[in-house]
């Protein structure tokens, strides 16, 4: 497997974590990130 596209593919599903439990505070700051 493609070290990149393994370390993409647990950027987003970290993301996906943060973002179904985040508020609409960290929502934003993710977005500017």
Do not use: C, D, F, W
């Not at 493609?2 to 508020?23: C, D, F, H, V």
């Amino acid at each position: 497997m493609n070290p990149m596209l393994a370390l993409r593919q647990y950027q987003k599903i970290g993301s996906q974590a943060q973002t179904s439990e985040a508020s609409p505070h960290r929502l934003v700051q993710m977005l500017m990130e």
